[in-house]
């Protein structure tokens, strides 16, 4: 069965310093989204991503966010300048465009940041 | 925020069926419902679909009301391995607090 891809599974950082999360979505989807998940509360809506582009973020995804498809395969997450509270799990998930099933969103099993 | 609302938790004894209620209240008429659930801090997991008919699949079923306002997953025979937290989301893609659902031998 296709699969989301991610890595790092975990990465330690220091504060103020960049991050980079990256994602492999399955192959034909077009639609992709970056979600986090800090200990113990709800998953988050960040940004998502259609045609090269943003089609949405959340007031979460401030400046310090951006994210990228540098090639045809890769979706990246980037973090300028982390803080302590960036410490979370990061989902990517994508999913299809078109037709009864278009919006099930397929998860990646996450990159488990810690900001130290 | 999310459109939908859950109860925090629920119990269920192993073996019986699990019903996890949604609200969704203001939902437009296009818009679908979707079932995932997430075990410990794994990627959450699809588990169902549906538009106005009642669905069925190998995992669940998912009944929805005539007036689309509210759903039940049902989990038909839970398992200890079902224990998860369920989230019931609409089209925008924005995940709630979800109902935790234990599953007790």
């Known amino acids: 069965e296709p699969e989301v891809t991610q890595t790092p599974s975990h990465q330690v950082t220091q504060m103020g310093q960049e991050v980079i999360l990256r994602c492999v979505p399955i192959?034909?989807?077009?639609?992709f989204y970056w979600y986090r998940q800090i200990l113990g509360q709800k998953v988050e809506f960040l940004v998502s991503?259609?045609?090269?582009?943003?089609?949405?973020k959340s007031e979460i995804f401030d400046d310090q966010f951006s994210v990228e498809r540098p090639d045809g395969s890769n979706f990246t997450l980037k973090i300028r300048s982390t803080k302590l509270e960036d410490s979370a799990m990061y989902f990517c998930?994508?999913?299809?465009?078109?037709?009864?099933?278009?919006?099930?969103?397929?998860f990646g099993a996450g990159s488990r940041l810690t900001v130290l | 925020d999310a459109k939908t609302t859950q109860p925090p938790s629920m119990d269920c004894a192993e073996g019986r069926a699990a019903n996890l209620p949604c609200n969704h209240s203001t939902i437009s008429g296009n818009e679908y419902v979707y079932w995932y659930r997430q075990i410990h801090s794994q990627g959450p997991q699809y588990i169902i679909h549906g538009l106005k008919n009642n669905e069925t699949n190998e995992m669940a079923s998912l009944i929805i009301t005539e007036d689309r306002k509210s759903s039940t997953l049902i989990l038909p025979h839970a398992t200890l391995r079902d224990t998860a937290v369920y989230y019931c989301?609409?089209?925008?893609?924005?995940f709630g607090a979800g109902t935790r659902l234990t599953v007790k031998p």
């Open positions: 998930a994508s999913r299809l465009t078109q037709g009864s099933g278009a919006n099930v969103l397929t």
């Open positions: 991503f259609y045609n090269n582009e943003i089609s949405e």
């Open positions: 192959s034909n989807h077009l639609y």
């Open positions: 989301i609409v089209n925008d893609m924005r």
